[in-house]
């Protein structure tokens, strides 16, 4: 852990202010790394990009680089490894993107993939490969999307036919690499998306394979929302001292655009009338995504709004791939505006005109509630997420108070009564319980009780700060 034992403090640091980006804003961001490090494009006609690629950004109606956008396309640019935190919905799919794409710009796919892109879930990958689409095609830049759930052979074939850029998920590659029909001699470019959520759904082994397979001429980028120790130890075996770019904090926090509201609910048929009552009130057109725990009750609850005359689909991973994508489709055409998820669609979900999120399970753990509401006020679009929960809920309601708190927003007073009323206690669940009244816990003690045990999967708590015990790990399902 040598490499990165110098987080936030090694080599020249550029920031927003001394840079003067008045047409990017740069103020919350963070660059370091060794040697000389590139400045940013805070427009897209500083970015030099060929024109059809112009042409798209542009006909999108992009105003501006986003931040990570601004920083990391002029150093990779100049083929340096980066690694780049930044919360989703910050605009780094396009980040890794472009300037790969520059350099395959007349070159025909070779035997195997030029570039590779490693991302935890089908449906981050397939929006990845959306993106991949719509600026390659009319560069002759091919790519194809892989993940399992989905029959083999289509996926093999195009991979037979030559492709510049293969996204997938590590589990179906890795499959294709040990099976003999990956070959990666010719990578040049590697990204590892969200590479946190890829350690936390146990892809670690899969990814070191693969990435072994890869030549170590290479370049390496890696995105994360959270700098976790066991995405450093990634980090400092695979990158070459990277150019690090951070955006906002390395610490799971909502993002700014999205607003915070509760409601305080008595039992299901209430929460049951409360979301009737806020879909009604929406705005038409306007895509919403509901959350809820299990399997069982996003079907449950997409027959009841359908019966209601709702247009709302469904969609967890009990679902066939085509079931999944055909929801997908329909909820992002508008053919039905509602639909019901459970956390697999939490991440990798990037969906214009999603308006506002209802958790109408709060989540498991405060990194998926972050996660969820990051579904709306993404690219600096404002949205709204609202979170139901009752009288039991009182630890969840210290967790949401607190991500609100992080980003400057009022609490209502029901949700600090709530969590007042909450009280100290043992762990409990896959959120873990505050610290007890112990040495230590309580008011006036210098350090928090010990956090409760995670859930099943999960795992232990930790220690808080003065008055507040630790929270338990976020478990699986």
Known sequence: EARDSNWGNAGPQLT??????????LTEAKVWGEGEIAQPYTTFNSCQFPKPIMASIFNLGFQA???????????????????????????KTLAFLLPPFTTFLGTRPKRGPSMLVMAPTRELACQIQTEAERFGRRLGIQSVCVYGGAPRGPQLREMRQGRHLIVGTPGRLNDY???????????THLVLDEADRMLDMGFEPQIRTIVQAIPSQRQTMMFSATWPREVRHLAADYLSSPVYVQIGSHEAT?????????????????????LREIISNANPGDRVIIFVNTKRMCDQLAAELVYDRINCVAIHGDREQWERDRALNAFKTGHAPVMAATDVAARGLDIKGVKLVVNFDVASCPEDHIHRIGRTGRAGVPGLAITFLDMSEGKQAREVMAS?????????PELAELARTAGGGKGHGR?????????GGGKGGKRGGKGGSGGKGGNAGLGGNAGLGGFGGCGFN
């Open 16 to 25: 927003g202010k001394e840079i003067g980006g008045n047409e990017t804003d």
């Open 65 to 91: 680089p986003t931040p990570i956008q601004a920083y990391c396309w002029p150093v990779s640019a100049q083929g340096r490894d980066l690694i780049g935190i930044a919360k989703t919905g910050s605009g």
């Open 177 to 187: 690499l040990t099976g003999g029909q990956l070959l990666l001699d010719n990578c």
């Open 254 to 274: 909502a993002n700014k655009d999205i607003k915070q509201e509760v409601v305080i609910v008595h039992g299901q048929r209430e929460k049951q009338d409360r």
């Open 404 to 412: 609100m708190q992080k980003v400057g927003q009022a609490i209502p």
């Open 431 to 439: 959120w873990g319980g505050k610290g007890g009244k112990g040495k």
